[in-house]
């Protein structure tokens, strides 16, 4: 099944399937770039979110974040370290709720860092406050 990326060299929206994006196969409709599953956390906005996050087939962990919030920024290596060893499998997305509020008001995001995993557009699972990497995915076992 297909998953939708954003190409690394000029950001276009890009649906590919994932055998081809985990194996490097893929390529950018616009520019022709090597598309990959995503190995790091990807920034998004409220035009990209439906894109980034609703319609991809991968499991997408979104990082609801402002860069006010100290526990915030101490979860930032947390989800790289994140989305590096889960490459193919999960997709990280972080969405500043300083600059996008209305795309995080319909989750009712109340404190931050909040993160939600989503499957197949849909949220499946909250998780709450600034944790280690071993927690995070302790958390997020059930639903991976």
């Not at 991968?58 to 989305?83: E, R, S, Y």
């Not at 889960?86 to 795309?103: I, Q, R």
């Not at 990497?133 to 059930?142: K, N, S, T």
């Amino acid at each position: 099944m297909p998953d939708t990326v954003r190409c690394p060299s000029c950001g276009a929206a890009n649906r590919a399937p994932l055998d081809r994006l985990r194996a490097g196969q893929a390529r950018c409709g616009k520019c022709q770039a090597v598309l990959t599953a995503p190995d790091r956390p990807i920034d998004t906005n409220n035009k990209l979110f439906p894109v980034d996050v609703l319609e991809g087939e991968l499991p997408t962990l979104v990082d609801f974040w402002a860069p006010w919030c100290g526990p915030c920024k101490a979860m930032a290596p947390v989800l790289a370290q994140f989305a590096a060893k889960h490459a193919g499998a999960v997709k990280v997305v972080k969405l500043n709720t300083e600059e996008f509020p209305e795309t995080a008001a319909p989750f009712d995001v109340r404190s931050i860092p909040c993160m939600f995993l989503f499957k197949n557009g849909q949220p499946v699972k909250q998780v709450l406050g600034a944790m280690p990497l071993a927690r995070l995915e302790a958390e997020l076992a059930g639903f991976l």
